[in-house]
């Protein structure tokens, strides 16, 4: 269950500073969801030691997992402004550049601890041994979609990057996908319906589906044969997305080495195409 839902299901057994608590955490979930336990009991009116006993009731091993459900809340739900709102009191005391920059750096490292690298080496050979590759991703993801799309076109022979060109157009351009094909969904929150539909659609279809996504909890996991998982944040309207683009890197790396000799014979081709017609510039400047 997610933390709406526990609470929901446990308010009746709630005290009445946790029913305070709980009232204040539904109604300001993207203000406290970057509090510590001490400044959360002070918002909402209640001691610190009674922010932690409200988390063990919900079943959390403290407060940090506590702060993490409502960090699910915030991506998932919460608006622009209230995003905006929520970093103005993240980040309004302190260094804003180094601040950013940190929190991009804890979401690779809770990335390198928790993706699983049977399901990434799974995705790699599916996409080598793959007919037709599929990639799409919506609104802040839809330059993943782009920037893995313009990598897999050098190495591989048919990648086709999904253009939003409104809902049917989009199911128009993978009507043809077979079993033999590679559908990459990448999605994270505020998470994308039509990305999600379409999935579903490439998955019936009898496709191999990889997502790229937050959580297990997202709703593309459930249509999808391997999942990698990378992790986002929510910095004001900004979807922080340096993890997932991270893993899109070794996805690239990885299927270039394991076609290493078919991309050396690209790559000469490409040289040869990039010296004659002077695409790079070579003066120093």
């Known amino acids: 269950m997610d933390l709406i839902e526990r609470i929901k299901a446990k308010e009746n057994g709630f005290s009445k500073g946790q029913k305070k608590l709980a009232d204040y955490i539904l109604k300001e979930y993207d203000k406290a969801a970057f509090l510590t336990a001490s400044k959360l009991g002070k918002a909402?009116?209640?001691?610190?030691?009674?922010?932690?006993?409200?988390?063990?009731?919900?079943?959390?091993?403290?407060?940090?997992?506590?702060?993490?459900?409502?960090?699910?809340?915030?991506?998932?739900?919460?608006?622009?402004?209230?995003?905006?709102?929520?970093?103005?009191?993240?980040?309004?005391?302190?260094?804003?550049?180094?601040?950013?920059?940190?929190?991009?750096?804890?979401?690779?490292?809770?990335?390198?601890?928790?993706?699983?690298?049977?399901?990434?080496?799974?995705?790699?050979?599916?996409?080598?041994?793959?007919?037709?590759?599929?990639?799409?991703?919506?609104?802040?993801?839809?330059?993943?979609?782009?920037?893995?799309?313009?990598?897999?076109?050098?190495?591989?022979?048919?990648?086709?990057?999904?253009?939003?060109?409104?809902?049917?157009?989009?199911?128009?351009?993978?009507?043809?996908?077979?079993?033999?094909?590679?559908?990459?969904?990448?999605?994270?929150?505020?998470?994308?319906?039509?990305?999600?539909?379409?999935?579903?659609f490439a998955s019936r279809a009898g496709a191999t589906t990889i997502a790229i996504t937050d959580s297990m909890q997202s709703p593309m996991t459930s249509r999808s044969k391997v999942n990698l998982i990378a992790k986002s944040d929510v910095i004001a309207v900004v979807d922080s997305l340096t993890a997932p683009l991270s893993v899109i890197n070794a996805l690239a790396v990885a299927i270039s080495i394991r076609m290493k000799d078919q991309v050396s014979e690209r790559f000469k081709i490409l040289e040869d195409m990039w010296k004659e017609y002077d695409i790079y510039d070579k003066k120093l400047l």
């Open 44 to 200: 909402a009116g209640v001691s610190e030691s009674t922010v932690v006993r409200f988390a063990y009731e919900l079943d959390y091993d403290g407060y940090p997992q506590l702060q993490k459900a409502m960090n699910v809340i915030v991506k998932t739900q919460s608006s622009s402004l209230q995003r905006l709102e929520g970093a103005a009191e993240r980040y309004g005391n302190q260094n804003l550049l180094k601040s950013i920059l940190k929190t991009d750096t804890d979401r690779i490292r809770e990335t390198i601890a928790e993706i699983d690298e049977e399901e990434f080496e799974k995705a790699v050979n599916s996409i080598v041994s793959a007919r037709k590759v599929y990639i799409i991703g919506a609104r802040s993801s839809g330059f993943l979609a782009e920037f893995l799309g313009y990598y897999l076109r050098m190495i591989l022979d048919e990648v086709h990057v999904v253009d939003f060109t409104g809902e049917a157009g989009v199911f128009e351009q993978i009507h043809r996908i077979q079993p033999d094909d590679v559908f990459i969904g990448i999605s994270f929150p505020r998470y994308s319906r039509i990305t999600a539909q379409v999935q579903q």
